[in-house]
T-cell receptor
Framework: DQQVKQNSPSLSVQEGRISILNCDYT??????FLWYKKYPAEGPTFLIS?????DKNEDGRFTVFLNKSAKHLSLHIVPSQPGDSAVYFC?????????????FGKGTLLTVNP | DSGVTQTPKHLITATGQRVTLRCSPR?????VYWYQQSLDQGLQFLIQ???????AKGNILERFSAQQFPDLHSELNLSSLELGDSALYFC?????????????FGPGTRLTVL
């Protein structure tokens, strides 16, 4: 049972345009959400996060929106740059009885074309 | 550079064998996490250690085990290897163990089982 779903395996956008990456979740106990970016041959790196008490968090060109009623979050990148081309993982955190656990989606490959 | 180191970078072995993957966390981080990323799969959480003690278990097979040593480095042992164990194995570390603690990932160990 996949609790965090990224339904688009890939996304291609033009440089300067907006990139929107989507993520859906099923577990209503998730209370913290994160986006990680991964380049080939490297480990994932933290990008931006949002607490369940907020509906928006912004950091420079990156904005994450959370819609709790729809159990949906999205990452907006404006404007997109070729260096943003990477795999983006959505992750969610919930108390697992003895500890917090991160559950990751399968990732979306973003390609930004010059 | 996340500050998390993993060795070796690549490992090629045969079915039935046993291997050990090593991880050194960032300086000051007490938590170590292990993840598996198979082809077309997201990051699957395997196990977490905090200050030498097991904290949380995910989808870790019985053939796999891990430990965290007094100097906080961790090892993931994979035994009776099968073809399906071929994957990228990531180690991550964080300061604490709460869900709001950002995890820093190492570059991964690519395991190929022939």
């Amino acid at each position: 049972d996949q609790q965090v779903k990224q339904n688009s395996p890939s996304l291609s956008v033009q440089e300067g345009r907006i990139s929107i990456l989507n993520c859906d979740y099923t577990n209503s106990m998730f209370d913290y959400f994160l986006w990680y970016k991964k380049y080939p041959a490297e480990g994932p790196t933290f990008l931006i996060s949002i607490s369940s008490i907020k509906d928006k968090n912004e950091d420079g060109r990156f904005t994450v929106f959370l819609n709790k009623s729809a159990k949906h979050l999205s990452l907006h990148i404006v404007p997109s740059q070729p260096g943003d081309s990477a795999v983006y993982f959505c992750a969610a955190s919930a108390w697992g009885g003895s500890n917090y656990k991160l559950t990751f989606g399968k990732g979306t490959l973003l390609t930004v074309n010059p | 550079d996340s500050g998390v180191t993993q060795t070796p970078k690549h490992l090629i072995t045969a079915t039935g064998q046993r291997v050990t993957l090593r991880c050194s966390p960032r300086s000051g981080d007490l938590s170590v996490y292990w993840y598996q990323q198979s082809l077309d799969q997201g990051l699957q959480f395997l196990i977490q250690y905090y200050n030498g003690e097991e904290r949380a278990k995910g989808n870790i097979l019985e053939r796999f085990s891990a430990q965290q040593f007094p100097d906080l480095h961790s090892e993931l042992n994979l035994s009776s290897l099968e073809l399906g164990d071929s994957a990228l194995y990531f180690c991550a570390s964080s300061v604490g163990t709460g869900g709001y603690n950002e995890q820093f990932f190492g570059p991964g160990t690519r395991l190929t089982v022939l």
